[in-house]
């Protein structure tokens, strides 16, 4: 089925930032509503048809998937400083992957003047390991933000829609 225009431009703007609230404002639709809007409008079959084929069709385009953003995120969490660099001279080691120094996000090295001739000093850094684990942890539902509570509730039901009880019938 066909999307009315604004259908259509809403698609287009939820693809921006998946926003619904703020793709139905920018639609066009009134702000009072908008949340009621953007709901309505993920629920309809069509409107959803068009946002999966258009965000398959930037996967494609930009080589964005599911499968890409995870393997860089282990490739982050799970690297090895030990197996990247040595220690000594804060040099790559000719061991090092690709895999291991895609985790890599600066080097700096300073010469510094000294009356022995020069020193090299020379810093690697390296991506938030830790938020790459916490990335990683919560697309496998490895922890929840929110307690469970599990367990039997005693109920009791009264009956009293007769009202006091003590009226005879």
Do not use: C, H
Not at 38 to 49: D, E, K
């Amino acid at each position: 089925m066909a999307l009315t225009d604004k259908q259509a431009r809403f698609v287009e703007e939820y693809l921006i930032d998946l926003n619904a609230t703020q793709a139905a404002i920018r639609a066009g639709y009134s702000v009072k509503t908008a949340n009621e809007q953007g709901s309505r409008l993920l629920a309809n079959v069509s409107v959803r048809a068009r946002i999966d084929e258009r965000m398959a069709e930037l996967s494609r385009r930009t080589g964005v998937n599911q499968e890409r953003v995870i393997r860089e995120l282990a490739r982050i969490a799970f690297v090895n400083a030990a197996g990247v660099i040595n220690f000594d001279d804060a040099t790559l080691l000719p061991t090092a992957t690709d895999d291991d120094t895609a985790a890599i996000i600066g080097v700096k090295v300073k010469t510094i003047p000294t009356p022995d001739g020069n020193a090299v000093e020379r810093e690697i850094k390296f991506a938030d390991k830790q938020k790459a684990l916490e990335l990683l942890g919560k697309r496998y539902g490895m922890w929840v933000d929110r307690q469970q509570v599990e367990g039997a509730v005693g109920v009791q039901i009264i009956d009293d829609i007769g009202g006091d009880g003590d009226a005879e019938g």
